[in-house]
């Protein structure tokens, strides 16, 4: 039986609460999966007879249409390589201006941590040949 609240109004007790959830969640699953189900079948549809259609079209001008569709494809990504890079180079030249004018790119530290790094060791490298090498002098 129904519990009730001081107010007089009746309260769903916990397990009925439970299975109308369980209810709306089986209703709204069915609901989703059944229409993306048909629309998966309609489109299914609408390929096959797109590829009936159009099969003897491809088949009559496939001599003239692979051809097209290689120098297409090969135009297209040469533009986008040449964006690519072009964006690329623009972003570097930018990154170095930055650099080079004291504002701290991303990634400037690291840059400045191997530049310590290889100077220091072009030093020990330099007084180890001194030490092996007493005659010959470096030029600094």
Not at 33 to 44: K, P, Q
Not at 119 to 127: D, F, H, S, V
């Amino acid at each position: 039986m129904a519990e009730q609240y001081p107010t007089g109004r009746p309260t769903v007790s916990q397990p009925q609460q439970q299975r109308s959830h369980l209810i709306v969640k089986t209703a709204t699953a069915l609901t989703a999966g059944g229409s993306l189900l048909i629309l998966s079948s309609l489109t299914l549809a609408g390929t096959v007879v797109a590829l009936t259609i159009v099969t003897p079209l491809l088949v009559i001008f496939s001599p003239v249409i692979v051809p097209a569709v290689i120098a297409i494809f090969l135009i297209c990504s040469g533009f986008l390589a040449s964006g690519g890079f072009g964006v690329a180079s623009v972003s570097v030249l930018s990154w170095i201006y930055r650099y080079f004018t004291g504002k701290h790119p991303p990634g400037s530290g690291q840059l400045d941590t191997a530049q310590e790094r290889l100077a220091g060791k072009a030093r020990e490298i330099k007084e180890r040949a001194e030490q092996h090498f007493p005659g010959s002098h470096a030029s600094s």
